[in-house]
């Protein structure tokens, strides 16, 4: 017995020694660790290291209570900088590693693998980069697993998702992870409830063998580059599945992208369901009525930004607990269905951007935890409802781009919690009721430009003391600006263009102490400019133009930036600033009409700044009004994009006679175009893509010009009526242009004389600058045309020309306007690598030097159209060789007059339209002497060809 007590005595040290040599090693780890990062600005672990502190006494560390090893490393949000030691692999009995939210970099180390007893790992909120490695699906006792958030690229390990049999919450989302997702049959996560894949490169279908997972609760999957149909087979053996993202992937439902049904009948079973999101995958078809069957506790439906069309099916009113619908930018028709109202719970409602018409359900305003309503840019019709004062939550209503009519009703006064209120481009009249004026919970913005609401402007609207953006514009406001309104102390953008308003601008307005952007053009207001004006510090956007101001023009503040454009139109302002009368009244020089004409054109276009007579002070942007009608022909259009016939490949074929050689009209190197008549008698032309020439370029070439013609909208551009694809047919349909194009008029085919008088040729050159504005300054997303020239410029029956052929063009997803500061170069842009940038001799030459297409290599072809228009002398013709070109043949006829050739010189093509517009006015006999005046030229002129 004694000798077994002297034993058990003789072990007791070497279980402390045991102890100590482990807890010394996770000692040495962590300092190991600390000693890898770099910057430690919250001070965070500034108790560690010390020779004397027990390491499980530092920030962060937890350690067994009996054997003094680490299990816990808790380090989040600390602010920490460096990379992360493979040391912390020593710690082998760390069960919870937790660095998340602060700035490590480097790689995810491998012997992380190592940690045999680790269950919690979150390394979320980080700069890591590299790959996920393949060692982490070692951790066979791993639950919690979040890398979110990262810069970690490459597939994910098979070993991940297989191995970790433990695994019940997974987050890899926010990367740039990519490939299939890693899940195969042989799998079995049986208590995996959480898998988080959003924001990464995944590509491919969703695995079947996801439905072996039947645990999960939350799946999602958004933005990534996920294909195939939605699966009918999945989801439908998850029976607790609580959340289903799917949005923003390029999924299809069945029937070649057209049936729904089986995909919501699907999830039936899961019924836990509380959001579904599938919006922004392009998917077509109907909505069924089968979605009225999913789950009672359905919260939030997502379905916007697809193609869905038809109406909205009246079962979706079963759905009683949504707090959340939208089903905006899509192709929905019909009415609102007015059992809408059941949806008692609902909170945020969004139909913007459909096809619906009708009125706007009275029941809608019995819905009593509605905060938001969107049901803009549809057609609806009628009065607004009075019922919507009932919306006691309501804080934001939009109701723009329709076409509702009648008074704004008093009654919305009774909304106090409103905070945004839009009722722009609609066909309101009357008076804004003073109780709606005077709502003081508007914060953000109050918009009801675009009508036609008339009467003065009510003094009630100085209580919306909170107030950001005012825009009345474009009504029928009469009377003066009440100086009430600089008691609006937050506004920042105050819009009062296009009325009918009277006498001086308040002094209080320029006072506004957070006033950024005021625009009063085309009103009658008189008076000089108030002191207040130049001496706001915020103030940084001022249109006063086509008004009835006098005086001298301040230069100090916000006037020593602003160009003529804020004040033309006002013939009694003198200023020093180019463009508007010196208040010297020096007289200008007088030039004749032909060389007034080929400067100003010339130099407009600035198609190497050719010409230097100093006749014309170029703008630098267009009028308040030239803005509006973009404004108003966009938004009128964008509905009609939504409209085209579906024209089958028979019906075109039958209509140009069998593609026939003799309807041949036009051909190029992407293909022919033909000329044919529909069943209707409308009159086509059809461009059919050569599909000869490659595949890949050809594909492109049809998709760029699709993507343009889609987006844009205007006068002088071509209009797509629809398109025609097969695997070995592609064509655009478009409309004939009976006039042909202008290379036919410049260049007869006969041999006839030159056919356009001087007038025809600036309507034309007009024309062509006001197309091409748009698309550089007021297209919804901007473009560059590439190929300017003039058989790409079509004329109609009225000879207006209509700029077409986008198959090379650039959309620009930047900013690339010149007098925005913009910078072509550097935006962010649809490639068009491998093909030339446009047709010899309209190229730019800068773009011979690799430069990137850009709106100022179509301000230089725009130039040499014009030198050819007024010369009649192609640029390819054989007298330029030896170093002669067209623009140096002009050169030597004006004498040696030649400005600089970089394209910073250049000015913006609107410059070149509001010119031109001005030129077309004169030669039209409008407003003869004042025009004729501002350009120096005697009146007895005009008409002169």
């Known amino acids: 017995m004694v000798k077994i007590f002297i034993l058990i005595l003789s072990l007791l040290p070497l279980g402390s020694l045991a102890i100590s040599n482990g807890a010394s090693r996770d000692r040495e780890a962590l300092i190991a660790f600390g000693t890898g990062i770099t910057a430690d600005p919250s001070n965070a672990l500034a108790n560690w290291g010390s020779r004397n502190s027990d390491a499980c006494n530092w920030t962060g560390v937890t350690c067994h209570k009996t054997k003094w090893r680490v299990v816990k490393l808790v380090l989040s949000d600390r602010n920490l900088r460096g990379v992360i030691s493979p040391a912390l692999a020593n710690l082998s009995f760390l069960s919870v590693l937790d660095l998340s939210v602060n700035y490590f970099y480097g790689e995810v180390p491998t012997e992380l693998g190592a940690l045999s007893r680790l269950k919690e790992l979150s390394l979320t909120t980080n700069l890591l980069r590299g790959s996920i490695p393949a060692e982490l699906g070692l951790l066979k006792k791993l639950v919690y697993l979040d890398v979110g958030s990262n810069r970690l690229t490459g597939p994910v390990p098979k070993t991940l998702l297989c191995n970790c049999s433990s695994l019940q919450y997974v987050d890899l989302s926010n990367n740039s992870l990519a490939g299939k997702i890693a899940i195969s049959d042989k799998c079995r996560l049986n208590d995996l409830k959480f898998l988080l894949l959003w924001l990464n490169n995944f590509d491919g279908p969703i695995p079947t063998s996801l439905s072996n997972y039947s645990t999960l609760a939350w799946i999602d999957f958004e933005s990534n580059y996920l294909s195939g149909e939605l699966p009918s087979e999945i989801f439908n053996k998850m029976p607790y599945l609580q959340y289903l993202h799917l949005s923003y992937n390029n999924f299809s439902s069945f ?182 004026a005077e709502l003081m919970s508007l914060k953000l913005y109050l918009n009801l430009s675009s009508n036609f609401l008339s009467g003065p402007l009510p003094t009630e609207l100085s209580k919306m003391n909170m107030i950001m953006a005012l825009d009345l514009s474009s009504n029928n406001f009469s009377g003066s600006i009440p100086p009430q309104l600089g008691i609006c102390i937050a506004l920042e953008y105050l819009n009062l263009s296009f009325n009918s308003l009277q006498g001086p601008l308040p002094n209080s307005i320029g006072a506004l102490p957070y006033l950024k952007s005021l625009d009063l053009s085309s009103n009658k207001l008189t008076g000089t400019m108030p002191k207040s004006l130049q001496t706001s510090s915020t103030l940084k956007q001022l249109n006063a133009s086509f008004n009835n101001f006098s005086g001298i023009v301040p230069s100090q503040g916000v006037f020593a930036t602003l160009s003529k454009d804020s004040f033309i139109g006002n013939t009694e302002l003198c200023s020093s600033i180019l463009g508007i009368s010196p208040c010297t009244h020096e007289k200008a020089h007088h030039f004749a009409v032909l060389p007034m004409v080929l400067t100003l054109i010339a130099s407009s276009s600035c198609m190497m700044c050719l010409f230097a007579y100093p006749l014309v002070l170029r703008s630098r942007r267009r009028s308040q009004a030239l803005i509006m009608q973009h404004s108003r022909m966009r938004d009128d259009n964008e509905r009609s994009t939504k409209e085209y016939p579906r024209i089958h490949y028979w019906e ?40 000869n020439i490659g595949e890949r370029e050809i594909s492109g070439s049809f998709r760029r010009e699709c993507e343009v013609l889609k987006r844009i909208r205007h006068r002088n551009l ?33 041999g006839s004389s030159y056919r356009l008088s001087l007038v ?83 190229i730019a030459p800068e773009y011979g030097y690799g430069s990137n297409p850009s709106t100022k290599g179509d301000v230089y072809s725009f130039g040499v159209i014009i030198l050819e228009a007024v010369t009649l002398k192609r640029p390819t013709d054989e007298m330029f060789n030896a170093g002669l070109d067209l623009h140096k043949w002009v050169k030597s006829h004006l004498h040696g007059r030649l400005a600089k050739e970089s394209p910073s010189t250049r000015p913006s093509m609107l410059d070149a339209a509001d010119d031109l517009a001005r030129l077309k006015r004169y030669l039209a006999g409008d407003t003869t002497a004042t025009f004729a005046s501002s350009l120096g030229m005697p009146s007895s002129t005009v008409g002169e060809d």
Do not use: W
């Open 652 to 691: 075109l074929e039958k209509a140009t006679e069998g593609f026939s050689e003799s309807n041949i009209i036009g051909a190029g190197r992407f293909g022919q175009v033909y000329k044919g008549i529909l069943s209707d008698e409308m009159r086509i032309a059809v461009k059919v893509l050569n599909l």
């Open 760 to 842: 025809q040729m600036v309507s034309i050159a007009s024309d062509i600058a006001e197309g091409i504005a748009y698309l550089h300054h007021y297209a919804p997303v901007k473009v560059v045309h590439c190929d300017l020239k003039p058989s790409n410029v079509l004329l109609d029956e009225d000879m207006t020309a209509i700029v077409s052929d986008f198959g090379i063009a650039r959309l620009m997803q930047g900013d690339c306007n010149e007098g925005s500061g913009g910078n072509d170069s550097s935006a962010s842009c649809i490639s068009t690598n491998g093909l030339l940038h446009g047709s010899v001799g309209y």
């Open 255 to 436: 029937s070649t992208n057209t049936n729904f049904d089986l995909f919501f009948t699907s999830l039936s079973n899961s019924t836990h369901l509380q959001e579904l999101e599938l919006a922004g995958n392009n998917l077509r078809g109907v909505i069924p009525s089968s979605i009225g069957d999913i789950s009672a506790s359905l919260q939030q439906i997502h379905l916007e930004d697809n193609l869905l069309y038809g109406p909205i099916p009246a079962k979706i009113s079963n759905l009683v607990n949504l707090t959340y619908l939208n089903l905006s930018n899509n192709f929905l028709n019909g009415s609102i269905p007015s059992d809408i109202s059941k949806l008692r719970r609902l909170e945020r409602f969004y139909l913007s951007n459909n096809l619906l018409s009708g009125e706007i359900p009275p029941s809608l305003g019995q819905i009593p935890h509605l905060g938001l309503v969107d049901i803009s840019r549809n057609m609806l019709s009628g009065s607004i409802p009075d019922t919507l004062s009932n919306l006691a939550q309501l804080r934001r209503l939009m109701l723009h781009n329709n076409q509702l009519s009648g008074t704004i009703p008093s009654s919305l006064g009774n909304c106090i919690n409103l905070e945004i209120l839009d009722l722009s481009y609609n066909q309101l009249s009357g008076e804004i009721p003073s109780n709606v």
């Open 718 to 750: 071509i209009k797509i009526i629809t398109t025609c694809s097969k695997p070995d047919f592609q064509a655009l349909v478009l409309p004939l242009m009976t006039n042909g194009n202008l290379d036919i008029h410049l260049y007869p085919p006969d």
